[in-house]
């Protein structure tokens, strides 16, 4: 069983940044993608970015996150990042880092075996 831990989340003005930290409690050796979405009120969980985890290839992003939000990963660290940039109202959400058990990187929260608590990002004025 994998148990990841969110960090970094906050408070933050518009055009604002803020980083997210993922770490895994153990990483195991059938955990190949990783990936962050987020849940605003009233609204379903959404796919915001994910990428391989030792393996190369390029990210993937939701539109909406496009050229403002990197993922990246730190592998002696075993740690997972999502850098925002240039955030907006609307990016106001809970922010959960997922894992998945296989090597086919997917957008869909179902598809991901396990999950993280969850950090709260508000940008607000």
């Known amino acids: 069983q994998v148990q990841l831990v969110e960090s970094g989340g906050g408070w933050v003005q518009p055009g604002g940044s803020l980083r997210l930290s993922c770490a895994p409690s153990?990483?195991?050796?059938?955990?190949?993608?990783l990936a962050w979405f987020r849940q605003a009120p009233g609204k379903e969980r959404e796919f915001v970015a994910a990428?391989?985890?030792?393996?190369?290839?390029?990210?993937s992003y939701s539109d909406s996150v496009q050229g403002r939000f990197t993922i990246s990963r730190d592998i002696p660290n075993d740690t997972l990042y999502l850098q925002m940039d240039t955030l907006k109202p609307e990016d106001t959400a809970v922010y959960y880092c997922?894992?998945?058990?296989?090597?086919?990187?997917?957008?869909?929260?179902?598809?991901?075996?396990?999950w993280g608590p969850g950090t709260q990002v508000t940008v607000s004025s």
């Open positions: 997922a894992a998945r058990s296989s090597w086919v990187l997917t957008a869909h929260a179902i598809d991901y075996d396990f």
């Open positions: 990428l391989g985890w030792g393996r190369g290839g390029a990210p």
């Open positions: 153990a990483r195991t050796s059938n955990t190949y993608i």
